[in-house]
Each structure stands twice: as structure tokens, then as C-alpha cells.
């Protein structure tokens, strides 16, 4: 399959389709004929909408989210993501909300006051209703469905396409949280979560928002039918709605426990993905000691507590829809015989009119409202886990203000230049150093005063105390202790990972890191070195003997141009340290923090 971008592709049908042809789905029918024609594949696709683009998406998501977040700091509060959401996409709900009520109201309940007219024209022969309204009424049935029709899917695209720019935007947030997080926060999440984030609880509100608006239009569909219903049958209609209405507690209690059940099996899911993680990551020592039947027993047990809270999810879901066929019909039976009972004469206009009022009901109060109250409740514990994860603590990237910056180039290559004894100038010529600097001039290239961190904010002792340093450029420093002296955690707060408690780091300049723990992508060698950067063949070839990598290329089949796996799998210990240094190297930088 060859790799191409999205921009290649051909623009979206959508964009340049008239309000008819998206009203009836007109602009699809081209990609219906190509893949009768042939087999459909990436190359078939089309640009993505511009108001669906991620970038837009989640740019527009995160200004609300941190304007949530400073509005609630400033009154010492925590923020809520539902808030942001709501400030994002509410007004498109509510527009979409008003849409469905006039399909709803407008046109569904409308429809049995059409349909009884026309009954009541044909039972009864002495009617003095003219032809003319016969066909009116004939004509109002057709209406109402047919406009219910054509209004009613693409009014469901736009609803799916509001959830899926919330999924995007959502995803979004965490993928450029998960880029911030923190040393701390790392420690307090894994790769399984976030996963999970995305895949369960974020892949959910494609379709988890549909319904939500029978949440309040559901009461009031119930009230206006009723209305009519008495004007029909008189009090009998109140005895069917009366037992419709005895089930709306049990409903909203089983929907309540949906979403408690929805956590308990999210948390099992996070559980389960965790240790499978781990158990791949160590598989190696997992098979050298043949351990592989009790981490086998392991993740069945976990798995089997999933199982059980989805399973019980499930039987909450079954009793939900089994009151689609109970309630409807036993609420018209109790209707029609309290009617009878009450010496009232049924007739077949008004048995037509009431099944057709309480059908409405039936989808309206037995299959949306409960699934509105579901899915409303799954998606509140959904927004509330993503919540919390986007409120771990994240690393403080430091500005730097332009004079400070201006500033200190100016110093730094006075200073390179005092070293040279030359100068160069703009036309590349060379002029002998005319003025000295002094060194008080000169700021430091690290300077930390008083520094006091710690990982665990819990803990009383801290990790660094009282930590005095100043660096000057163009010097090696090597920081010598024994192990959990705390040497990688002052390379940490330097980077702005290990968050300062008091005290003050000043770094002047740009910095480069080479971890302790090597990390290498899938990829080149080269690539890995490069990291994005363009090749500049001198200095590469010059990192390249100062990281002592000319002999490992040559044992490697294609030199730099070998493939890398995933974390470097293919490579020893050795080479995944020097390929890191190298590319910590290779980068131009004024600072060179260098651990292990």
C-alpha cells in the first residue's frame, strides 16, 4: 500500500453540494457508482471538512479549556470539561434540539389529528364533511411522514457529526495533554489508560448524544398528547399515561445504575489493558522462567471482572428494552377498556387515533427517553474521567522574553568570538577582535538558587534541598553520586519536569537532553539522529565519530539507513545509549544535559 497525504486527495463532494442534494444525500451517489464499478480504496476518499479538521477541532476545544480553567481558579473552584464542551458545541445542540422539536411536535403528533379526520370520513357515511377535506386530511397524513422523513436523517447526520467533532476535539485535548504531562503525573497513569480514553470513553460520544434531547422533549411530548388524548377518550386517556408514567422512576433508577456500572467497568478495563501492557513489555523474562500460566490466571481474573460489570450492564440494557413492547401496549389496553368501561362507545376512529397517539409515545418514552437517561449518565463519567486525566500537573515550558533572548546571543558570541580572537562579518570576511568583555557580563548557562523539589508533593523529605549551582558557558560539569543521590532528578528540574517547590532555575539558552533510558522510534537510524531536523552531512558525520558510531554502522546490514523497531528492539543496550547521545548531539544547542 504507498503512503500519501491527506491533502492529496480530492475535495470533499460536501463542500461544493447544493443545500437539495444535502438535504437527500444527493452528493454521496458518485462514490455509490465507483464502487459498484470497482473495489473502493484509501485513494477513494476526500479531504475532511474543514470544520472536522482535528487541528481547528482541538485549537477551538483547548482555548475553552483554558479559559474554563482560569475562570474557576479565579473563584478557587475546579474546572468542569462539560462546561467547555457546552461552550463549544452547545449552541450547535440547542439549534439541533430545536430542529427535532418541531419534527416531533410539528409533524408526529400532528399526524393522528390528519389520520382520525380521514377514519371518521370513511365510518361515517352521513358525515357532512365534503370530498375536498377528505383529501386534505389523505393529504396531511403523506405530508407529515414524508417530511418526517426527509427532515429526520439528515437532522440525525448533523447530530452524529456534532458528536464526532466532540470525539475529535476530545481526542485532540488529550493527545497535546499526553504531550505536556509531567514526571508526576506519568507516574500516576499509563498507556493503557489513555488508550482507553480514547477508544471507550471518548468513542463513545459518536453516538452516545442522539437521544439526549428526548430528555426534556420526552415530558413534553407526554403532556401535549395527553392533551389530545382527553379531548378523544376524556379521563380514560389519563389511566394509560398514568401507568406509562409509574415505570419513568424505574427507568431513571436503572439508568443512574448503568453509569455506576459504566465506571466500575471502566475501571476494570483500565486494570486489564495496564497488565497486559506490563506482561508484554517483560514477556521476555515472562518465557525465560516459564511463568506464562499464573500471568495467564492473572489477566482471566481481570478479565473476568470485566465480564461480570459488562454483563450486568447488559442486563440492565435488556430490562430497558423490554418495556418497548410491555408498556405501549398494556397502556392502550388500560385506555380503551377504562374508556369502555366507562359506558363510552368505541369507535374504530377513535381506537385508530389512540394507538396511533400512544405509538408515538411508545418510541418517545420506552426506547429515547430511557436510552437518553443511559447514555447522558455514560457520557457524564465519561467527560468526568477525561477530566481528570486532563488535570494532571504538566511540565511549565518557560518564556523567555525577546530582550532577554537578544540579550543573551549578544553575550554568547561576544563570547565565542573572545575564545576565536576572530570575528565574522555579514559578508563572511574576517576582522581582528577589536573590545573585550568582561566575564561579570557574561551570564551563567544554568544558574539554580535554593532549589527545593520533590516527585511526591504527600512526602515530608524532599528529593532536592537547598541546591546551589551556577554553570558557565563553554564548561563541563559532571554531577558524581551514588544511585537515588538524586543526579537524574536535577536534570529533571532543570528541564522543568521535576516542578520546584522554592527556590529559582534560570537556563539561559536553548538545551538538549540525552536520557538515561534510551528512546528510539520506528525508524531509520538516521532518522532517529536527525529527528526532524534537516542533514547537514559535516556535522553529522562529526556526531557520528564523537558518539563512536562509525563501527556500529558498519555491523549494522544497511549502516544508518537500518530500520529501527519499535524501542529499538533490533539494538543492544550500547547502541540505543550512543544513537540517543547522538541525537542529543547533533542537535545546536547551548546547553548539553547529558544523564548517565
Known amino acids: 500500500m504507498q503512503s500519501f497525504k491527506a491533502d ?23 462514490v455509490f457508482f465507483k464502487g459498484r464499478k470497482k473495489t473502493l480504496d484509501e485513494r477513494d476518499l476526500f479531504r475532511a471538512l474543514n470544520s472536522h479538521r482535528s487541528a481547528t477541532l482541538g485549537t477551538e476545544m483547548g482555548e475553552a479549556w483554558e479559559a474554563e480553567i482560569d475562570k474557576k481558579r479565579q473563584k478557587h473552584k475546579e474546572p468542569s470539561l462539560l462546561s467547555a464542551v457546552l461552550h463549544v458545541f452547545g449552541a450547535r445542540y440547542a439549534g439541533l434540539g430545536f430542529i427535532l422539536f418541531l419534527l416531533e411536535i410539528g409533524l408526529r403528533v400532528t399526524q393522528p389529528l390528519f ?14 364533511e365534503s370530498t375536498s377535506t377528505a383529501y386534505l386530511f389523505a393529504l396531511g397524513v403523506i405530508l407529515c411522514s414524508a417530511l418526517n422523513v426527509l427532515f429526520m436523517h439528515p437532522y440525525m447526520l448533523a447530530v452524529l457529526h456534532t458528536g464526532m467533532k466532540v470525539r475529535v476535539a476530545l481526542c485532540s485535548l488529550i493527545y497535546r495533554k499526553a504531550l505536556r504531562l509531567s514526571k508526576t503525573a506519568l ?15 471518548v468513542g463513545r460520544l459518536d453516538t452516545s448524544l442522539i437521544h439526549m434531547h428526548y430528555l426534556w422533549l420526552g415530558p413534553l411530548e407526554i403532556a401535549v398528547i395527553t392533551i389530545l388524548m382527553y379531548r378523544e377518550i376524556g379521563v380514560s386517556s389519563l389511566f394509560g399515561v398514568a401507568f406509562m408514567l409509574l415505570f419513568l422512576p424505574l427507568q431513571a433508577y436503572l439508568g443512574k445504575k448503568t453509569s455506576v456500572l459504566r465506571l466500575r467497568t471502566a475501571l476494570c478495563t483500565d486494570e486489564r489493558v495496564r497488565m497486559m501492557n506490563e506482561i508484554i513489555s517483560g514477556i521476555q523474562v515472562i518465557k525465560m522462567y516459564a511463568w506464562e500460566k499464573p500471568f495467564g490466571k492473572m489477566v482471566q481474573f481481570a478479565r473476568h471482572k470485566e465480564m461480570k460489570a459488562i454483563r450486568n450492564v447488559n442486563y440492565i440494557r435488556g430490562i430497558l428494552q423490554s418495556f418497548i413492547m410491555f408498556m405501549t401496549r398494556v397502556s392502550i389496553f388500560v385506555s380503551l377498556v377504562g374508556y369502555v368501561l366507562l359506558g363510552q362507545f368505541l369507535t374504530s376512529e377513535k381506537a385508530f387515533v389512540i394507538t396511533a397517539y400512544y405509538n408515538i409515545l411508545r418510541n418517545t418514552m420506552t426506547v429515547y427517553f430511557p436510552m437518553a437517561i443511559s447514555q447522558i449518565a455514560e457520557t457524564l463519567v465519561s467527560i468526568k474521567r477525561i477530566e481528570k486525566y486532563l488535570l494532571y500537573d504538566e511540565t511549565k515550558v518557560k518564556d523567555r522574553s525577546d530582550d532577554n533572548e ?12 573572545e575564545e576565536n580572537e576572530k570575528s565574522l562579518t555579514l559578508n563572511g570576511g574576517l576582522k581582528p577582535l577589536q573590545t573585550k568583555v568582561d566575564e561579570k557580563q557574561i551570564k551563567p548557562g544554568i544558574e539554580i538558587h ?7 508533593r504527600s512526602m515530608t523529605e524532599y528529593t532536592l534541598h537547598n541546591i546551589e549551582l551556577k554553570v558557565k558557558p563553554r564548561t563541563l560539569v559532571a554531577v558524581i553520586g551514588p544511585v537515588g543521590s538524586g543526579k537524574s532528578s536535577l536534570i529533571q528540574a532543570i528541564l522543568g519536569e521535576l516542578p520546584a517547590e522554592s527556590g529559582s532555575i ?3 539558552g536553548t538545551f538538549s537532553y540525552a536520557a538515561q533510558e534510551p528512546w528510539l522510534f520506528t525508524g531509520t537510524v538516521r532518522q532517529n539522529i536527525l529527528f526532524g531536523l534537516p542533514m547537514d552531512k559535516n556535522r553529522y558525520r562529526t556526531v557520528v565519530k564523537k558518539c563512536a558510531l562509525e563501527r556500529d554502522f558498519e555491523l549494522l546490514p544497511f549502516g544508518d539507513k537500518t530500520i529501527v523497531g519499535e524501542r529499538g528492539t533490533s539494538l543492544s543496550g550500547g547502541q540505543k545509549a550512543r544513537i540517543s547521545l547522538a541525537r542529543a548531539v547533533y542537535r545546536k544547542s547551548d546547553v548539553y544535559l547529558l544523564d548517565d
Open 8 to 30: 492529496e486527495l480530492p475535495q470533499n463532494p460536501r463542500e461544493r453540494a447544493n443545500p437539495l442534494s444535502i438535504l437527500m444525500f444527493c452528493f454521496t451517489m458518485p
Open 115 to 128: 389520520l382520525g379526520g380521514l377514519v371518521n370520513y370513511y365510518a361515517n357515511p352521513a358525515n357532512s
Open 187 to 201: 507516574g500516576s497513569t499509563t498507556t493503557g489508560q489513555v488508550v482507553n480514553l480514547i477508544s471507550n470513553d
Open 406 to 417: 537578544n540579550e543573551y546571543k549578544t553575550i554568547k558570541q561576544t563570547y565565542i568570538i
Open 450 to 456: 535554593k532549589l527545593k523539589a520533590k516527585w511526591d
Open 506 to 508: 534560570n537556563v539561559h
